[in-house]
């Protein structure tokens, strides 16, 4: 069967109603204009100003250097709502080239997903451009610049929705976003050193594109500074906690190009959400979490000390990530960093299940299945889906109303984060039954892995699908799942 042929006719009668219209405005508009696109709706609206702009940057340890910021700083602003409200950003770029911001989780609409040529046009320097979506699905969120290599230049931050009503209890909650960089000017974009792809020769390196003078760019730079909220130890901030009390945090991997390992010393962590989706609680001594991912984690706070949440050095020195937890009221000069050692148990996505089970589309295979071969890196600096570097690459056509079965393969000699813009998939356990595989949006393919996953096709559009390794993205390792006969193809 060719890949995404149809596996079989289903009528589904589903309406999809979506409750915001959105609003694209090429230019700045008085404000009295965006509230028409709101007509039929009471929802509040949350409204944030965003300019994306070079700014000078210190992350408390190592030099200062010139970043690409929203508002001035790195991360960017938190954005923090309840489900259920209208976010409203108004984005002005002062960059030397064009911009996008992309929401990334949130089902939205398409003309809100801010995917430079696909979604939209990129937002040119001097001009402006107003986002608004609904934020229906409460969880730990991210938004950041799909343009170029802007996120590993700076534009990036944490992204919040509140449940309506509080679901979970916990006494105290941190954000933590996870940021890799190189401190100097242009931050990933700078003059750097550069790692080849695993397994590529120097030397193999003399043909068509990968001879370029733009090659170097494509390599991942070897980072230099690892920051939690825009700061490295030992300037990161600390948490602190009180005894007894339960701690919740919410970590965003938002970096460009590094999967972490994580471990707090002296504690367990309880996983609550994964991708802002709950899942039946699990323990772990060890957290892996890719580019793109987000965890949400419970700790109780009863072992009074001053400890470090820290990720293991895999061989890319990213050791240096780390985060003080202390206690109130204990006093002590050294904090105590985790180890890393074999028996310690680390939570895999085979352990997840979902903690409400959703009723929808049980049972039955899948509308149409594509299989997704995972490549590259070998002997050139690309990298492909299905042999494919986009945008030449293969579009994956849906209906509809279908259930599609997206089976990954890795064919690689590197782990990838794959991430799929404006729905959320079910991690396909054959250990479960359906309603409880766990909803995420990415998920992390390793080197000889094979993963499916399934997403139910409720959100008409063109939708960017990629890897969330930058580097793997700008190489060629995206294509784009199209809704057959929506009206936003490839418009841009
Ligand atoms: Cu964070 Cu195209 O994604
Ligand atoms: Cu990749």
């Given at each position: 069967m060719e890949n995404g042929q149809k596996v079989k006719m289903t009528i589904h009668r589903r309406e999809f109603l979506k409750a915001v219209a959105g609003v694209a405005l090429g230019a700045c508009l008085p404000a009295g204009l965006f509230s028409k696109a709101l007509a039929g709706t009471d929802k509040p609206v949350r409204e944030f100003h965003f300019s994306a702009s070079p700014?000078?940057?210190?992350l408390g340890s190592g030099p200062e250097f010139m970043a690409w910021t929203y508002?001035?700083?790195v991360p960017g602003p938190e954005i923090r709502v309840k489900a259920g409200e209208i976010v409203r950003v108004v984005l002005r770029n002062y960059l030397p080239e064009g911009t996008t911001i992309h929401w990334h989780g949130i089902p939205l609409q398409n003309a809100?997903?801010?995917v430079p040529g696909i979604t939209q046009p990129p937002v040119m320097p001097g001009e402006s451009f107003v986002y608004e979506f609904e934020t229906e699905i409460p969880g730990s969120f991210l938004y950041h610049s799909h343009a170029r290599y802007q996120l590993d230049q700076g534009l990036y931050g944490p992204l919040i929705v509140e449940p309506a009503r509080p679901e979970e209890s916990y006494d105290r909650e941190y954000t933590l976003v996870l940021e890799d960089w190189v401190m100097k000017d242009g931050g990933g974009r700078a003059r750097?050193?550069?790692?080849?792809p695993m397994g590529m020769m120097n030397g193999m390196m003399g043909r068509g594109r990968?001879?370029?003078?733009d090659q170097g760019p494509l390599w991942e730079p070897v980072y230099d500074g690892y920051a939690v909220n825009g700061r490295i130890y030992p300037a990161t901030e600390s948490l602190t906690v009180t005894k007894g009390e339960r701690v919740k945090l919410r970590l965003i991997n938002a970096s460009s190009a590094t999967i972490y390992h994580l471990r707090l010393a002296g504690h367990t962590l309880r996983i609550t959400h994964a991708d802002g989706n709950p899942i039946r609680p699990i323990e772990t001594d060890v957290l892996r979490i890719g580019m793109g991912e987000r965890y949400d984690v419970l700790f109780e706070?009863?072992?009074?000390g001053h400890w470090l949440l820290a990720a293991a050095d895999t061989g890319f020195r990213e050791d240096?990530?780390?985060?003080?937890?202390v206690y109130k009221g204990v006093n002590s000069n050294a904090t105590e960093p985790p180890r890393f050692h074999q028996g310690l148990r680390l939570a895999s996505y085979s352990d997840f299940a979902a903690r409400d089970a959703g009723g929808e589309n049980s049972g039955g295979d899948p509308d149409r299945a594509y299989n997704q071969v995972l490549g590259g890196g070998m002997h050139s600096a690309f990298w492909t889906i299905n042999g494919r570097v986009y945008?030449?690459?293969e579009t994956l056509s849906v209906d509809n109303g279908e259930r599609v079965r997206l089976a990954y393969g890795n064919h690689s000699m590197m782990p990838h984060p794959m991430h799929l813009h404006g729905h959320f998939f079910r991690v396909v356990n054959r250990l479960l039954p359906r309603e409880q595989w766990v909803l995420k949006d990415t998920i992390i393919v390793d080197p000889m892995q094979r993963i499916e996953v399934e997403f139910t096709a409720d959100n008409p559009g063109s939708w960017f699908h990629h890897c969330h390794n930058l580097y793997h993205m700008e190489a060629g390792m995206a294509n784009v799942v199209a809704y057959r006969g929506s009206s936003r193809s490839e418009k841009f």
């Amino acid at each position: 069967m060719e890949n995404g042929q149809k596996v079989k006719m289903t009528i589904h009668r589903r309406e999809f109603l979506k409750a915001v219209a959105g609003v694209a405005l090429g230019a700045c508009l008085p404000a009295g204009l965006f509230s028409k696109a709101l007509a039929g709706t009471d929802k509040p609206v949350r409204e944030f100003h965003f300019s994306a702009s070079p700014a000078k940057v210190s992350l408390g340890s190592g030099p200062e250097f010139m970043a690409w910021t929203y508002n001035g700083q790195v991360p960017g602003p938190e954005i923090r709502v309840k489900a259920g409200e209208i976010v409203r950003v108004v984005l002005r770029n002062y960059l030397p080239e064009g911009t996008t911001i992309h929401w990334h989780g949130i089902p939205l609409q398409n003309a809100m997903d801010g995917v430079p040529g696909i979604t939209q046009p990129p937002v040119m320097p001097g001009e402006s451009f107003v986002y608004e979506f609904e934020t229906e699905i409460p969880g730990s969120f991210l938004y950041h610049s799909h343009a170029r290599y802007q996120l590993d230049q700076g534009l990036y931050g944490p992204l919040i929705v509140e449940p309506a009503r509080p679901e979970e209890s916990y006494d105290r909650e941190y954000t933590l976003v996870l940021e890799d960089w190189v401190m100097k000017d242009g931050g990933g974009r700078a003059r750097t050193e550069r790692r080849p792809p695993m397994g590529m020769m120097n030397g193999m390196m003399g043909r068509g594109r990968s001879s370029g003078p733009d090659q170097g760019p494509l390599w991942e730079p070897v980072y230099d500074g690892y920051a939690v909220n825009g700061r490295i130890y030992p300037a990161t901030e600390s948490l602190t906690v009180t005894k007894g009390e339960r701690v919740k945090l919410r970590l965003i991997n938002a970096s460009s190009a590094t999967i972490y390992h994580l471990r707090l010393a002296g504690h367990t962590l309880r996983i609550t959400h994964a991708d802002g989706n709950p899942i039946r609680p699990i323990e772990t001594d060890v957290l892996r979490i890719g580019m793109g991912e987000r965890y949400d984690v419970l700790f109780e706070a009863n072992n009074p000390g001053h400890w470090l949440l820290a990720a293991a050095d895999t061989g890319f020195r990213e050791d240096r990530l780390r985060v003080p937890v202390v206690y109130k009221g204990v006093n002590s000069n050294a904090t105590e960093p985790p180890r890393f050692h074999q028996g310690l148990r680390l939570a895999s996505y085979s352990d997840f299940a979902a903690r409400d089970a959703g009723g929808e589309n049980s049972g039955g295979d899948p509308d149409r299945a594509y299989n997704q071969v995972l490549g590259g890196g070998m002997h050139s600096a690309f990298w492909t889906i299905n042999g494919r570097v986009y945008p030449d690459a293969e579009t994956l056509s849906v209906d509809n109303g279908e259930r599609v079965r997206l089976a990954y393969g890795n064919h690689s000699m590197m782990p990838h984060p794959m991430h799929l813009h404006g729905h959320f998939f079910r991690v396909v356990n054959r250990l479960l039954p359906r309603e409880q595989w766990v909803l995420k949006d990415t998920i992390i393919v390793d080197p000889m892995q094979r993963i499916e996953v399934e997403f139910t096709a409720d959100n008409p559009g063109s939708w960017f699908h990629h890897c969330h390794n930058l580097y793997h993205m700008e190489a060629g390792m995206a294509n784009v799942v199209a809704y057959r006969g929506s009206s936003r193809s490839e418009k841009f």
